[in-house]
């Protein structure tokens, strides 16, 4: 299925990496999406950007998932859920107004980024969700 431009422009407008990485230089805003600060890094770090840790995963899930990829499906369904409450509903309006203004990157300081809560969140904050 072929999507509008506007749409295809908006995803890749949203990118995700590790935390670590060196930022590129067209990646625009980074957003650090995780409950826990990364180790090893200040918070003046400018690979760091926005912190927005209401907008992870609660703890309790977090420690659910453990990053098992066979649980991925079923982490994405009780991460959405949880990102209907506040303060998490909230956190992710910030974050809609965020990408609205120009390209983002998202990152955490997770290891297995394609099998993180990033993928979840680009999902949800594509506009093809209508949102």
Do not use: C
Request: proline share 8%; glycine share 4%.
């Amino acid at each position: 299925m072929l999507l509008p431009s506007h749409v295809m422009a908006a995803i890749h407008r949203i990118r995700l990496a590790r935390v670590y990485d060196q930022p590129a230089p067209d990646e625009g805003t980074r957003v650090l999406v995780d409950r826990l600060w990364p180790r090893g890094l200040r918070k003046t770090d400018p690979r760091v950007g926005h912190w927005m840790p209401d907008v992870a995963p609660s703890t309790e899930l977090r420690h659910w998932y453990n990053h098992q990829a066979e649980r991925f499906d079923e982490f994405a369904t009780r991460y959405t859920v949880e990102l209907e409450a506040s303060p998490a509903a909230e956190a992710l309006e910030k974050l809609r107004a965020i990408v609205r203004k120009g390209p983002v990157t998202l990152v955490t300081a997770t290891r297995e980024v394609d099998l993180s809560h990033l993928v979840v969140l680009k999902k949800l904050l594509s506009p093809a969700q209508g949102r």
